[in-house]
Structures are given as structure tokens and as C-alpha cells.
């Protein structure tokens, strides 16, 4: 189903996956994606992530349902150090970010938002990538649901293996190479 609404179109579907420029439905969880080093992502697996304290959007968890956005942060990293955190995230109530200096860009969660959402190309210049991004004020909207795009494998496994609370006989958390 596509309506207008303010000069953009907006698609409602059943599926968890949303297009980057498609608005997201209040109150369902959508997978979204969240860059991060290879030696960070125990510590988010095992204690949940930590919102930052100021960004574009101000303090919150940034997070991305364009999975190239994701994996090319953290920005100017060795894409060994690299992992993609796959999440189930509640958005919540959306506020649309689409300029810069928007009157709400970092007052949103003061406003009754749960989430700012940024459209791709939407041409703000803090945006160089023209991707979507979005921004989660309360972490535990957001669950880990798996990881991927490790260039070791290894890590890979053990850190899905720390996510399903899963460990190889004998393995402690810090035997975890991903985690040293």
C-alpha cells in the first residue's frame, strides 16, 4: 500500500525488512544493522549497547536498516577490525530528520520521539554517503539477533556462539579471540 503524506511516499508492508527510504510503522520490529570493531561487539553482546552521548541526531544508539552503511563503519578502520551487529529493533515513534539544522535534529527524544530517522539523499551534509541512518534513544528497544561480515570466520562463530550463550567445552568468555 503507498500513500502521500507530505510530499513523500510512505509503503506499509508485513515484512520485518524495510526499504531505506520507506517509514518505518510505529510499534513493530524491523532488522536494522549496527557497524562496530571485531573487539567491541562482546562487550555490546554481553552488557547491550551503550548509547553514545552526542552525534548528528544527539546522544542514542546509531543504527542503520542499510546494510552497506553498516558495514563500513567504524570509518577509517581495517576491515579486519570490522563486524556487523544484525539487530531486531523496536523503532518506537519516528521523527523524520531530513535537513540540516533541523529544528528537532538533536531534541527529538524531548519531543516524545523513540527514534530520528535520517532518509537516504535526503542531501544533509553531515550525511556524505546519502545513506539512511537512524538513531534509538533507549538501547533496550534494540536486541542482537546475530552478526556477520567478520573477516575471520572464527570470530565470527565465537561471537554468535557468546550471543546464543553457547560455548565450546573448556571455552571461557575470554578465550573468545575476538574478545582479547
Known amino acids: 500500500m503507498s500513500l502521500q503524506y507530505h510530499g513523500w511516499e510512505v509503503y506499509y508492508d508485513n515484512d520485518l525488512h524495510l526499504d531505506a527510504g520507506q517509514k518505518p510503522e510505529p510499534g513493530k ?3 536494522m544493522y549496527h557497524g562496530t570493531y571485531v573487539r567491541l561487539a562482546q562487550a555490546i553482546i554481553t552488557n547491550g549497547f551503550q548509547p553514545s ?6 546522544p542514542g544508539v546509531y543504527i542503520s536498516r542499510d546494510l552497506k552503511k553498516a558495514q563500513r563503519y567504524p570509518l577509517n578502520t581495517p576491515i579486519n577490525d570490522r563486524i556487523v551487529l544484525i539487530l531486531s529493533v523496536d523503532v518506537g ?5 531530513d535537513k540540516d539544522n533541523h529544528p528537532m535534529q538533536k531534541t527529538w527524544h524531548s519531543q516524545g520521539y523513540d527514534t530520528a530517522w535520517v532518509p537516504p539523499n535526503c542531501g544533509m551534509q553531515s550525511v556524505r554517503s546519502g545513506l539512511e541512518e537512524d538513531c534509538v534513544w533507549d538501547p533496550q528497544r534494540i536486541r542482537i539477533i546475530d552478526v556477520q561480515h567478520a573477516s575471520d570466520k572464527s570470530i565470527e562463530a565465537n561471537l554468535r556462539s557468546l550471543l546464543h550463550g553457547v560455548r565450546s567445552p573448556g571455552q571461557s568468555a575470554g578465550d573468545c579471540p575476538a574478545c582479547r
Do not use: E, S
Open 93 to 97: 515513534k519516528v521523527k523524520r530528520i
Open 29 to 31: 520490529w524491523y532488522t
Open 53 to 58: 552521548k552526542d552525534g548528528m541526531l544527539g
